[in-house]
């Protein structure tokens, strides 16, 4: 966060943006500050009280406390209520602070999250074959084309991510779940096949209750719900709701 006034605007803000976007506001909120981590873009914060401050925020048009206007390459491109909900201020937010490819990978997470696979599969094929060493796009391809049925394109894709690379320990979970199709011995033979169909709210149901009926004594189905969480990632409400109950599970 950076404090300006009307004397250091125009270096600060103005200029400054040619670099990068800049938002200012009068006022910070939680929300605000978590999303300029985030989105990883500065805050310019302009002092309300200040009465030379005045001209300025009539030039802005901010009549509230809470209003943000963004700035990008020299000019004011928007702005927004910085007291609105996280996910709606984000999404007014996020186009101006992340590249093409960045905004179509949140696409792609999100579609793919919605058990949209077809959908991600375009958006990221065509980020794939212009940035084949972007691994993110690597590895949401290869989720993308293993949840649509195609885990040989899957394997192929994934065999581009290497030990050092990011997303390797994602992609080593996401080739174990291709190992669930191997699966056929009771009582973890239902969950698997579940789970390899990409039905993961109900393999992680049917994991679970290998585990409350003491059926897990390989522990299978503990190891197969760590795997379910990584593919699904940390911020999935299923990776949530299930990593809480065999928490509790395990640990009560």
Same mark, same amino acid.
């Given at each position: 966060?950076?404090?300006?006034?009307?004397?250091?605007?125009?270096? &600060?803000?103005?200029?400054?943006?040619?670099?990068?976007?800049?938002?200012?506001?009068?006022?910070?909120?939680?929300?605000?500050?978590?999303?300029?981590?985030?989105?990883?873009?500065?805050?310019?914060?302009?002092?309300?009280?200040?009465?030379?401050?005045?001209?300025?925020?009539? #030039?802005?048009?901010?009549?509230?406390?809470?209003? &943000?206007? &963004?700035?990008?390459?020299?000019?004011?491109?928007?702005?927004?209520?910085?007291?609105?909900?996280?996910?709606?201020?984000?999404?007014?937010?996020?186009?101006?602070?992340?590249?093409?490819?960045?905004?179509?990978?949140?696409?792609?997470?999100?579609?793919?999250?919605?058990?949209?696979?077809?959908? !991600?599969?375009?958006?990221?094929?065509?980020?794939?074959?212009?940035?084949?060493?972007?691994?993110?796009?690597?590895?949401?391809?290869?989720?993308?084309?293993?949840?649509?049925?195609?885990?040989?394109?899957?394997?192929?894709?994934?065999?581009?991510?290497?030990?050092?690379?990011?997303? #390797?320990?994602?992609?080593? !979970?996401?080739?174990?779940?291709?190992?669930?199709?191997?699966?056929?011995?009771?009582?973890?033979?239902?969950? #698997?096949?579940?789970?390899?169909?990409?039905?993961?709210?109900?393999?992680?149901?049917?994991?679970?209750?290998?585990?409350?009926?003491?059926?897990?004594?390989?522990?299978?189905?503990?190891?197969?719900?760590?795997?379910?969480?990584? &593919?699904?990632?940390?911020?999935?409400?299923?990776?949530?709701? #299930?990593?809480?109950?065999?928490?509790?599970?395990?640990?009560?």
């Amino acid at each position: 966060m950076i404090q300006i006034n009307i004397e250091t605007f125009e270096q &600060v803000v103005i200029n400054g943006s040619a670099e990068k976007p800049i938002a200012v506001a009068f006022e910070i909120s939680r929300t605000l500050e978590k999303l300029s981590n985030e989105l990883k873009f500065t805050i310019a914060k302009l002092d309300p009280e200040d009465p030379n401050n005045q001209p300025l925020a009539g #030039y802005l048009q901010m009549r509230a406390l809470s209003d &943000v206007r &963004v700035f990008k390459n020299k000019q004011m491109v928007g702005g927004a209520d910085g007291n609105l909900p996280e996910d709606e201020l984000k999404k007014i937010l996020q186009p101006f602070f992340l590249s093409e490819d960045e905004i179509l990978l949140t696409n792609a997470e999100e579609a793919l999250n919605l058990g949209q696979s077809s959908a !991600a599969v375009k958006i990221l094929q065509k980020l794939f074959e212009s940035n084949p060493s972007n691994k993110k796009a690597c590895y949401l391809l290869a989720k993308a084309k293993t949840m649509s049925g195609n885990r040989d394109e899957a394997k192929t894709i994934l065999q581009n991510i290497k030990e050092t690379d990011d997303f #390797y320990n994602e992609s080593k !979970a996401l080739l174990e779940l291709m190992d669930f199709y191997e699966e056929t011995a009771p009582p973890y033979d239902k969950a #698997y096949k579940l789970a390899s169909q990409s039905k993961y709210a109900e393999a992680l149901s049917s994991f679970l209750e290998i585990i409350e009926n003491k059926q897990d004594s390989e522990g299978k189905a503990k190891k197969a719900m760590l795997t379910l969480f990584s &593919v699904l990632g940390s911020k999935h409400e299923l990776t949530w709701e #299930y990593r809480a109950k065999l928490n509790r599970l395990i640990f009560v």
